[in-house]
């Protein structure tokens, strides 16, 4: 919920010293680290796709093992005959 709070208030452009006091509320809640909580940013990420922003966090793709979906890399040093 705090960083849902967060995300609507920085959005919806709450002053500098509100949004100082929830990001204090938020540390005594989660810790120092909480703008890299998962469900802080879970929070901030559905008030962004609300309002049909880009995510704050883009889910990990895995490798399909496909080479087409590879990194550039190994596509080009693949490729490469020495």
Known sequence: MLGIKYEAARLGGVDEAGLAAIEEQIRTEVGGNWE???????????????????????????????????????????????
Do not use: C, N, Y
């Open 36 to 82: 890299s909580d998962a469900m802080v940013l879970r929070g901030r990420d559905a008030v962004r796709e609300e309002h049909g922003l880009p995510k704050i966090v883009e889910p990990l793709q895995r490798s399909s093992g496909d080479p087409a979906r590879s990194s550039l890399w190994r596509r080009l040093l693949g490729r490469r005959s020495f």
